[in-house]
């Protein structure tokens, strides 16, 4: 099956971090603007300063970015569409990467009976759109710095949990892996996955709009190709809902956290890479395309309410860092980087600007997080 020999890929990626022949990126697409509020810290937060000097001035953001409805109540009706966003440019060739097999004991054992053969051999356009800064969350920075003024939090001495809800299995951080977010060293995956529970619950702007994968099940489909294995799984998110869907991606052979953003009404991927890789953006986003495309005829096949663009099976792609402007600048902080996106989408930005050097505080800043919105074991 093509969608099998694309995620194959997957596992015979080289370990170097070399792009070789780079792809020449469109120049940035400009489109008119306008402006929407920031959201509005909780009273109780010790941030709320920051946040709320940008609800007063308010954040800048084009009616098509992603997370905005394609036309605005201050928008004239004929307001760009989805499709004006993106040139021609730069389409990928494919390069051959790899990853582990996982030990996967999870979920059911059904056969996928959805045929993703024949027209799906090219399922995703790679275009060179970047960025624009306007779309760029440069106040979480504020908000970190604002951090660092408070004590230091300790890691607690029991493990933290929390019970399903809100899209999530249940959620355990043992001590030992909230040591992870320590300096200088790599997440695990029950810290990226408490990591993105505590800033959903910090951050409800997106609430009931965005789903967010747990860490294992991208390996899920990379290695089986099951697709009702993977949506049962999914089903808790609602997945078939939501605008936005966050697809973290780990590379076991590299140890490196990437994040795909997937905005559902515009069949568009934005795939975030700390280090800048075109070889591992060509690879993932491909098999994300697949999985996404295989969670939508499943959603069709069982008449669930999807509210996705379904025009085609088609997605586009963009990477957010490039290799020549990587946002990582040591071999650990892939999973922290994840994170500082994640929490800028939930934010209702498309990438952050937070610089490399507030990384430790940000590693602080998360630990905090996390014991604010996961209780410790009570037995």
């Not at 389409?91 to 009976?113: F, K, Q």
């Not at 356009?125 to 939090?153: M, Q, Y």
């Not at 619950?201 to 991208?218: S, W």
Request: hydrophobic share 40%.
């Amino acid at each position: 099956m093509a969608e099998a020999e694309a995620c194959a890929r997957a596992r015979r990626v080289s370990l170097e971090f070399d792009d070789g022949g780079e792809r020449t990126d469109a120049g940035p697409v400009v489109v008119e603007g306008d402006v929407f509020a920031a959201p509005i810290a909780r009273a109780e937060s010790p941030i709320i300063g920051a946040v709320a000097r940008d609800a007063q001035r308010g954040l800048p953001t084009p009616p098509t970015t992603p997370h905005r409805d394609p036309v605005s109540h201050a928008e004239p009706p004929d307001a760009a569409y989805p499709e004006d966003l993106w040139s021609d440019a730069g389409e990928s060739d494919d390069e051959m990467g790899s990853a582990d097999e996982l030990d996967l004991t999870r979920g059911d054992t059904e056969d996928d009976p959805i045929d993703l053969d024949g027209d799906d051999v090219s399922n995703v356009d790679f275009v060179g759109v970047k960025v624009e800064d306007a779309h760029i969350d440069h106040a979480l920075a504020d908000i970190v710095r604002a951090d660092t003024a408070l004590s230091t939090p300790a890691v607690p001495h029991r493990a933290l949990q929390r019970a399903a809800g809100d899209g999530f299995k249940r959620i355990t951080a043992s001590p030992q892996g909230l040591k992870t977010l320590e300096p200088y060293r790599r997440l695990n995956d029950e810290v990226i996955s408490a990591g993105f529970a505590s800033l959903a619950a910090e951050y409800p702007l997106r609430a009931g709009k965005v789903a967010i994968f747990q860490t294992y099940e991208y390996d899920l489909w990379r290695d089986s190709h099951k697709i009702p294995r993977v949506a049962g799984l999914l089903s808790r998110s609602e997945y078939w809902l939501r605008d936005v869907i966050l697809v973290p991606v780990y590379d076991k052979d590299e140890a490196h956290w990437m994040l795909a953003v997937v905005y559902t009404q515009y069949r568009l991927i934005d795939f975030y890479d700390s280090l800048g890789s075109k070889r591992r953006w060509d690879m993932h986003a491909e098999c994300v395309a697949n999985l996404l495309t295989g969670l939508q005829r499943h959603a069709t096949t069982h008449k669930r309410p999807l509210t996705w663009n379904t025009t085609s099976d088609k997605w586009k792609t963009t990477r957010l860092v490039e290799l020549a402007a990587p946002h990582q600048e040591n071999v650990v902080d892939c999973g922290v980087w994840v994170l500082a996106v994640a929490a800028a989408v939930l934010r209702g930005w498309r990438s952050t600007a937070l610089p490399p050097d507030l990384i430790p505080a940000f590693r602080t800043y998360l630990l905090r997080l996390i014991c604010k919105w996961i209780p410790p074991l009570t037995h």
